[in-house]
């Protein structure tokens, strides 16, 4: 008797099973063109990232950061793509693209400059670098330039505390920036 | 024979030109016909020297340094490459003071060995602990840890021999084994070095770790501020398993272990393991409520070791050496050694590795020489961004768990952060409460509201004296909330740094009133 109901509910549970599995064909089909809104490069990236982590434990965020390192940002209209064939709603894509400040929903600018505010770069100076960072390129923490052309970032710690205070621009790392280290970093073609 | 030449790939000597000063070198003897093999070693974690440039000249690693790229034509002139002197030499590094009063059971190999390199890591001792650990039953494994004494490295101080048992007596078909590398404590690097100068160790202390709960995959989730510790460990462990020191086949014993690495997101919250787990399962870092224990619900619901990378990577010298030789460092119910990080306003800012119970003072004032700006020392933070700030007068605290706690501090990673006499305690009380309001995961009241409400009233402070002694009562209130109301450490632990400015510089605070007894 147990064994009858136990091969019961299993055909059951194996046709419920292929069913969702059709239906999940049948979304993946409809999804695995992008929305109109990304362009084409764009969505190729944001599929290829899809299809890289699909199969990993916990696939989200290495897709974000798989896009973000070829895309520069994770274009919003990427989410829903991702959304659907991670079986998330959108709303969660959205939460996690919007709770980590590493993630960028826009552009970013041709120049990132990331300042170091945390303690160890404050005790060596870098509230005052951050204020010559702010009047040589014209734009404000946590803003762009008038321009365009910066933007500059704060980053709680680059793990250079021992030589601070500390920037990275577009990435690159620099430790003990002084007057003249910051003289030779913002070469003077690029200010604003 | 070739001349060897070790010049640093770890991040704070690439930050302050490494990489410029490798290229330097490789033009000019390419240029000058000699025969020179450099080397891309880690750094010995001595950064006010960086670039240390160093040459192996009759079995001495002489050093000099910081170089520029502008030094290499003079060094070369001087006869560097046989260990010349020059102005930037600083001699066999091994015997410098710095060095060679430390004791580096876990950093034993740093800036010695070419990190990828794993011929050099097996011959400095590397898997010694692993190949110990094969011959063991997964029992004894633990038994070991426990007998050592070993306490988690990132700031809870928990005895890491209890979790790892907790996780072996859970039953389950999947096990996990993962590293917290979301080292972001103002303050801190000894894990970026570790993942940097010596990724084999963190990979061993977790394939041990593996074998004592039964756990066949691990993750190391890594800060994405730290680009080259990433790379560094995916390269170090496509080697190891190409190896056969990971993957399906341990040393040949048949048993697995496979690790991942993955990459955070700029969450300083992530740094809580419970946040970290909803992390790495791809969701937003929100602590978890406990229990349950991430030991028998942790990843994916399954049970989970999670330790920091200096708490595995203490692991393998304790298996390797046994439980004993590891115990016989430290003091009271802190046993063996922490990887202290000086950092900050200090002149020899670095990393000194020492038995637990050194004083703030000796480590401060031997090893870091003082302050870097030569201005009489403030304040020192103590534990990370949660840690509190200590005055002078604290400085002979020993630096033990249980010292730190009775006089109202943390221990925490063991970065300490020096400030001289232009500090502003009231301004570092509000960056304390404006960090854990930008931080915040949202979760619990306290921490969320709390943190913004304070740095509010310390601003309040700042520009109206004639209320201050009233904001101050609110805001020591609203501390006691913090502390006693929060989920985790992150609104729990943010009134250590403001209280303790309060109580050690009131004067900060208090401007006027002190002005006037001062008249």
């Known amino acids: 008797m147990i064994k009858i109901n136990q091969f019961c509910f299993c055909s059951i549970s194996y046709v419920v099973h292929s069913c969702n599995l059709k239906y999940q064909n049948m979304k993946n089909t409809q999804n695995s ?81 990331v300042v170091c505010q945390a303690e160890a770069c404050q005790a060596r100076g870098a509230r005052e670098l951050t204020r010559t960072i702010e009047s040589r390129t014209g734009c404000r923490l946590g803003q762009h330039s008038p321009d365009g052309q910066w933007c500059l970032e704060s980053v709680y710690c680059l793990g250079l505390c021992a030589s601070g205070p500390a920037v990275a621009i577009n990435g690159c790392l620099h430790a003990r920036v002084d007057h003249d280290r910051l003289n030779e970093l913002l070469s003077p073609g690029d200010l604003a | 024979m070739s001349t060897k030449v070790y010049v640093p790939r770890d991040s704070a000597a690439l930050a302050v030109g490494a990489d410029e000063v490798a290229a330097a070198i490789r033009n000019e003897v390419e240029k000058r016909g000699l025969d020179v093999q450099i080397i891309r070693n880690g750094s010995r974690g001595m950064f006010w020297l960086e670039p240390l440039v160093e040459v192996e000249f009759q079995g001495q690693r002489i050093g000099y340094g910081p170089v520029s790229p502008k030094d290499v034509r003079t060094l070369l002139d001087s006869g560097f490459l046989k260990g010349q002197s020059h102005a930037l030499r600083v001699g066999e590094v091994n015997d410098h003071p710095f060095l060679k009063q430390q004791e580096r059971l876990t950093f034993s190999r740093m800036g010695i060995t070419d990190p990828l390199s794993l011929e050099d890591y097996r011959h400095h001792g590397g898997f010694s602990g692993l190949c110990v650990a094969l011959t063991l039953p997964p029992q004894q494994i633990v038994q070991q840890v426990l007998d050592s004494g070993l306490r988690g490295r990132g700031g809870a101080g928990f005895p ?22 979301d080292e972001g404590d103002s303050g801190t690097f000894a894990d970026r070095m570790v993942m940097e100068g010596d990724p084999y160790m963190l990979l061993e202390g977790m394939a041990i770790a593996g074998l004592a709960v039964g756990a066949t995959t691990g993750y190391i989730y890594v800060r ?52 970290l787990l909803e992390s790495l399962e791809g969701k937003r870092g929100i602590v978890r409520a406990k229990p349950p224990l991430p030991a028998l619900s942790g990843l994916f619901g399954k049970p989970t070791v999670i330790n920091n990378v200096l708490t595995l990577c203490a692991v393998p010298f304790i298996l390797s050496h ?24 200090i002149r020899q800012g670095g990393l000194v590795e020492k038995a637990f119970g050194v004083s703030i003072r000796t480590l401060i004032e031997q090893f870091g020489a003082g302050t870097a700006s030569g201005r009489p020392l403030r304040a020192v933070q103590v534990g990370g961004p949660l840690g509190a700030y200590f005055p002078d007068r604290l400085l002979d605290t020993p630096l033990d768990y249980e010292a730190m706690a009775a006089r109202g501090g943390v221990l925490g990673h063991g970065g300490i952060v020096v400030f001289d006499d232009t500090v502003d305690m009231a301004e570092q009380a509000r960056y304390a409460l404006e960090f854990c309001a930008v931080e915040s995961c949202g979760k619990c009241t306290p921490c969320r509201i709390g943190s913004t409400r304070g740095e509010e009233l310390v601003r309040h402070m700042q520009h109206h004296p004639e209320s201050s002694h009233q904001d101050e009562q609110l805001l020591r209130d609203l501390c006691n909330t913090l502390l006693n109301g929060s989920l985790c450490a992150m609104g729990g632990m943010t009134p250590y740094p403001v209280l303790s400015a309060l109580d050690h510089f009131p004067e900060d605070f208090h401007p006027s009133s002190h002005a006037i007894k001062a008249a």
């Open chain 1, 33 to 113: 063109l992008p929305p109109p809104s990304l362009p084409e490069q764009e969505g190729r990236v944001v599929q290829q990232s899809i299809d890289q982590w699909m199969s990993a434990e916990g696939p989200l965020l290495p897709i974000l950061h798989h896009i973000q390192d070829h895309l520069g940002y994770i274009p919003p209209a990427s989410i829903e793509l991702i959304a659907h064939q991670l079986n998330l709603s959108r709303a969660e894509v959205h939460g996690v693209v919007t709770y980590y400040p590493h993630f960028r929903r826009e552009k970013p600018a041709l120049r990132q400059i």
């Open chain 2, 160 to 181: 890491a021999g209890i979790k790892w048992k907790t996780v072996l007596q859970a039953t389950a078909p999947q096990k996990y084994i993962v590293v917290n590398a």
């Open chain 2, 224 to 275: 994405s501020e730290y680009p080259h510790a990433f790379h560094a460990l995916q390269e170090a462990i496509v080697r190891a398993e190409n190896a056969g020191f990971l993957g399906d086949n341990l040393l040949e014993s048949g048993k697995r272990f496979r690790v991942m690495v993955r990459k955070a997101a700029g969450s300083y919250v992530c740094g809580e393991e419970t946040a």
């Open chain 2, 322 to 345: 046994g439980a004993a030789a590891y115990a016989e460092f430290g003091m009271g119910r802190s046993r063996g050694t922490l990887p202290f990080q000086l950092a900050g306003n």
